[in-house]
Structures are given as structure tokens and as C-alpha cells.
């Protein structure tokens, strides 16, 4: 059994860029959690999407978007770097069945650093 | 909305040492029960969850949580920790509300165990 795996690992963008990350989810699972985890904070919930579609968003502006592809690997894309989205990104796949779902299983996160 | 406060931003303990990790949570409605531990420069490991049944949740690595509805808390502890557990530990709440299942964290309890 695969794990969620994440790329990259690190990132070192400028202000004012845009940056992919990339998630692909465990195998068997069909839905994919991203969340933000800024320096000495819990992880905040960005999105999730299910079936290719956005299932619910946290508090984040839209420069954050997302796409799920039909492998239900994911792509989390931030337009308009800013000093502040320096954080660990972290995406969490499950399996949603018949309206409930199960626990969320973390990769290991990308390191976004802004200039 | 939910709120998880994870009482104790962090924990010195000597190895072989009894532990235990704090968590209070609020919400108007009926919600699922995680911890996660974060290892340095890493993602979230699950370690137990509560979803029903049983107060008393049994993990990996001979942690173990106790959920009470009357306070609202999940602690975690350990009779007697090692080295290895030195970690930061998130609790986390998910609303069954909700169709997605999302993670609301703490902000974090850094546990260190010391020689």
C-alpha cells in the first residue's frame, strides 16, 4: 500500500509569483485534504475536493485553488505570492463512502519559503 | 464552529516518566476525536482516534485517550515514555456536520523527554 506523497519537498518563490504544489493521494482513497501549517501553528484547512470537485474551504482567500485529477491525485495552486504563505504545506487523503468518511493519513508536506 | 486549545504548549519529561497531553474542545454538535504526532521536518502521523463506542481510545506506541463528553476534553497519555517520543502532538476535532470531514486543530503540545 502506497502512502500520500507529496513534491516538492522544498520551494523557494519571490513575492508576487505563483507556485503548484503536488499531492498524490494513498491508494484507495478518493478524497483530498490540503491544509496550511504556518511555523510554531496547527494545521488550518484549506480545501478538500472529491470526485474532482471542491468539497469545502477554510478561510483562505481565492488565490488558493486547487484541482483534483481523476486518479484523484491533487494540485494545490497559489497565485499572488505573499511574504505570509510561507508555511508546510500538507495534503490528507481518505476514502468518503455513502456520506461519511474515513480518518485522514497525511503526507509529509512541502516547505514553501517567500522572498 | 469548533475550537480545539491544547492546554500546554509544552511538556518537559524525564524518560520512563508518565505523560499527559491536554486537549479541550468546543462544538455544538457531535464530532470525531483525533491525535496526531509531527515529527521534526515531517507530516502528521496518526496516532488513535475516537469515532464511537469505547471512552477509552487505544494508539500506536502505547499512547492511549480518554474521551469525556461532560468536559469536553481527549487527553493523551503514556504510563512511561522513551527518547523516541520526543514530538509535537496535535489534537484535532472533525465535525460530523459537515459533508467534508474537516480538521480543525490545536495549536500543538511539544513534548520532550529528556535522559
Known amino acids: 500500500e502506497t502512502g500520500v506523497t507529496q513534491s516538492p519537498t522544498h520551494l523557494i518563490k519571490t513575492r508576487g509569483q505563483q507556485v503548484t504544489l503536488r499531492c498524490s493521494s494513498q491508494?484507495?482513497?478518493?478524497?483530498v485534504s490540503w491544509y496550511q501549517q504556518a511555523l510554531g501553528q496547527g494545521p488550518q484547512f484549506i480545501f478538500q475536493?472529491?470526485?474532482?470537485?471542491?468539497?469545502g474551504r477554510g478561510n483562505f482567500p481565492p488565490r488558493f485553488s486547487g484541482l483534483q485529477f481523476p486518479n484523484y491525485s491533487s494540485e494545490l495552486n497559489v497565485n499572488a505570492l505573499e511574504l505570509d504563505d510561507s508555511a508546510l504545506y500538507l495534503c490528507a487523503s481518505s476514502l468518503k463512502l455513502a456520506g461519511a468518511t474515513d480518518t485522514q493519513y497525511f503526507g509529509p508536506g512541502t516547505r514553501l519559503t517567500v522572498l | 464552529a469548533q475550537s480545539v486549545t491544547q492546554l500546554d504548549s509544552q511538556v518537559p519529561v524525564f524518560e520512563e516518566a508518565p505523560v499527559e497531553l491536554r486537549c479541550n474542545y468546543s462544538?455544538?454538535?457531535?464530532?470525531?476525536l483525533f491525535w496526531y504526532v509531527q515529527y521534526p521536518n515531517q507530516g502528521l502521523q496518526l496516532l488513535l482516534k475516537y469515532l464511537s463506542g469505547s471512552t477509552l481510545v487505544k494508539g500506536i506506541n502505547g499512547f492511549e485517550a480518554e474521551f469525556n463528553k461532560s468536559q469536553t476534553s481527549f487527553h493523551l497519555r503514556k504510563p512511561s515514555v522513551h527518547i523516541s517520543d520526543t514530538a509535537e502532538y496535535f489534537c484535532a476535532v472533525s465535525d460530523l456536520r459537515g459533508s467534508n470531514y474537516k480538521l480543525t486543530f490545536g495549536k500543538g503540545t511539544l513534548l520532550t523527554v529528556n535522559p
Open positions: 475536493y472529491y470526485r474532482e470537485e471542491e468539497n
Open positions: 462544538s455544538s454538535v457531535s464530532v470525531y
Open positions: 491508494s484507495g482513497h478518493n478524497t
